[in-house]
Nanobody, 124 residues
């Protein structure tokens, strides 16, 4: 099994920045891709960004391109989400996800492991 633990959420003013972290533990050798999804109140969970561990291919939702950056630290089994130029519409619970043996995709159903989520609130 794999456990994912997010951290770094909080309250920030519009235009500000936050960095989220997601640390993986357990059978991490089985993970080949990790991603971030988010869910705002009353809305469905949506894709934000993802990275394939081998090769480092990155995917981004159009809504965050140029503002958010996903990165990884292989030695620490940790993935990061740097969020800049935050907007009120970025307010959501952000979830880290891990996928076994597959490349990064946009689809939540492709991911096998999920963190508990961390709240990001952007005040306007």
């Amino acid at each position: 099994q794999v456990q994912l633990v997010e951290s770094g959420g909080g309250l920030v003013q519009a235009g500000g920045s936050l960095r989220l972290s997601c640390a993986a533990s357990g059978r991490t050798f089985s993970i080949n891709a990790m991603g971030w999804f988010r869910q705002a109140p009353g809305k469905e969970r949506e894709f934000v960004t993802a990275i394939t561990w081998s090769g480092g291919n990155r995917l981004y939702a159009d809504s965050v391109k140029g503002r958010f950056t996903i990165s990884r630290d292989n030695a620490k089994n940790t993935v990061y989400l740097q969020m800049n130029s935050l907007k009120a519409e970025d307010t959501a619970v952000y979830y880290c996800a891990g996928r076994r043996w597959g490349i990064a995709t946009l689809y939540a159903g492709d991911y096998d492991y999920w963190g508990q989520g961390t709240q990001v609130t952007v005040s306007s």
